[in-house]
C-alpha cells in the first residue's frame, strides 16, 4: 500500500496554466447582470457585486495541495493566500468558510493543526471563520472561501492603470524556487524562512498603505508568476517595463534557478508569455525564471500615480519584507512587457 505523504508539492504551483484554463473559459456564457461589476471577463482577483450604490461584496475562493512539510503553516499559508483576493480588490473580509479535502486513513490530528493555521489568519484579518465542507480524497488540499466589503467607487481592478504608473510589488519573488529547492533538501534555512515569512504575511498590511495613495489598480502575484499576473492587468493600449534590477528577490532563489530547482508550472507560465515578453540584454536565466515563478500567498502589485510612488513603497518597507518599485506602465509598444536590467 502507498504511504501517504503529505507534502508532495503544492501551493500555487498547482494551478491549471493560464493557457489551459483561458481555453476553456473562453467557451462559458457571459454574465449580463449590470450589478455584476467585476466577473471573470477580466481575469481579475474576485467577483465583485453590487448590493446598493454604497456596498457591494467582494466573493472569492482558492485551495490547494501542501507545498511545506508542517501543517500548522500550510494552513496559515493556504488562509492567507485565499484572503488575499479580497485585498486585491480594496476590499475588507467579513466571513470565510473552510474548503477541505483530506484522506481518511490520515491523521486527524495533521487536519486539526492546518485548520488551527487557517483560523488564526481568519482571525488576523479581522474576519469569522463561518464553516466549511470536506471531503475525502487521496491527498491534503486546503483553502478558503471569502466574502469581503467594498465600497463601489472604491474598487481596486487589475485592468484600470494609467499610463505613466509606477509599478509597486509588496513581497519579493521566488517563493516557488524556495519551496522545490526545500523539497530536494536543498533550501538554505534563511531563505526557507523568508519564504514561509513572506507567504504567511497578510497582504491586508499592504493594501491598508495603499488606502493612502491614488492606487489606479492592483493584482496579486501567485500562480502565474510576475508577469502573468502583470499581463493580465495590460489593456490592448497598455504595455510595462520592468527592471529586473529593482525586482524584490529571496535573495538565494537566484541560486536555484541557476541550479535548475524549477517547477513544471514556471515552465506553463513561460510558453504562455511567448511572443508577450521581450528581455533586454543582460537578463539572465535566474531573472528569467524569477518573473514566471509561481508564487504561493505573494504580494500586491500596486499600479500606482508616480508622485506617489516612492511614499507608498517607503511604506510598504517598513512592513519588514522586500519590496520595491519595479517598473511602469507605458502606451503600447511592439512588446506587451519589456523587461530590461
Known amino acids: 500500500m502507498e504511504e501517504l505523504q503529505f507534502c508532495r508539492g503544492g501551493g500555487c504551483t498547482a494551478k491549471l496554466g493560464p493557457a489551459a484554463l483561458a481555453r476553456v473559459l473562453s467557451g462559458l456564457p457571459r454574465p449580463t ?15 465583485v457585486y453590487r448590493l446598493t450604490d454604497e456596498l457591494a461584496i467582494v466573493q472569492t475562493l482558492d485551495f490547494f495541495p501542501p507545498m511545506l512539510d508542517d501543517p500548522y503553516l500550510f494552513g496559515q499559508v493556504a488562509a492567507a493566500n485565499a484572503l488575499s483576493d479580497v485585498y486585491a480588490m480594496g476590499g475588507t473580509v467579513k466571513t470565510a468558510l473552510n474548503i477541505v479535502c483530506f484522506p481518511e486513513k490520515m491523521d486527524l490530528n495533521i487536519l486539526g493543526r492546518i485548520l488551527q493555521g487557517g483560523s488564526e489568519k481568519v482571525i488576523e484579518a479581522g474576519g469569522s471563520l463561518a464553516g466549511g465542507h470536506s471531503i475525502a480524497d487521496s491527498e491534503v488540499k486546503y483553502g478558503l472561501s471569502v466574502t469581503g466589503v467594498v465600497h463601489p467607487a472604491r474598487i481596486r481592478a487589475n485592468n484600470t492603470g494609467h499610463v505613466g504608473d509606477a509599478l509597486i510589488l509588496s513581497k519579493p519573488l521566488g517563493v516557488g524556487l524556495v519551496c522545490t529547492a526545500a523539497r530536494m533538501g536543498q533550501a538554505d534555512g534563511d ?5 514561509v515569512r513572506s507567504m ?11 488606502d493612502r495613495y491614488r492606487v489606479h489598480a492592483c493584482t496579486d502575484v501567485t500562480g502565474f508568476g510576475l508577469l502573468g499576473h502583470l499581463h493580465e492587468m495590460l489593456r490592448p493600449d497598455l504595455s510595462a517595463r520592468v527592471h529586473a534590477g529593482a525586482l524584490p528577490v529571496i535573495p538565494q532563489a537566484r541560486d536555484y534557478a541557476d541550479a535548475f530547482y524549477l517547477t513544471a508550472a514556471a515552465q506553463r507560465n513561460r510558453n504562455f508569455a511567448d ?6 540584454r543582460g537578463i539572465t536565466f535566474a531573472d528569467e525564471e524569477l518573473v514566471f515563478d509561481p508564487q504561493t500567498s505573494g504580494g500586491l502589485l500596486f499600479a500606482v500615480d508616480p508622485a506617489d510612488a516612492d511614499a507608498l ?6 512592513l519588514g519584507l522586500p519590496c520595491g518599485q519595479i517598473g511602469t506602465l507605458l502606451p503600447r509598444v511592439d512588446a506587451e512587457i519589456i523587461v530590461e536590467g
Open 313 to 318: 513603497a517607503r511604506d510598504l518597507a517598513a
Open 200 to 210: 504567511t504575511t497578510l497582504n491586508r498590511w499592504a493594501a491598508e498603505a495603499a
Open 33 to 47: 447582470d449590470p450589478d455584476l461589476l467585476i466577473g471573470a471577463e477580466s481575469s481579475d482577483d474576485a467577483a
Open 191 to 195: 531563505a526557507l524562512a523568508l519564504a
Open 275 to 280: 511572443g508577450r515578453v521581450r528581455f533586454g
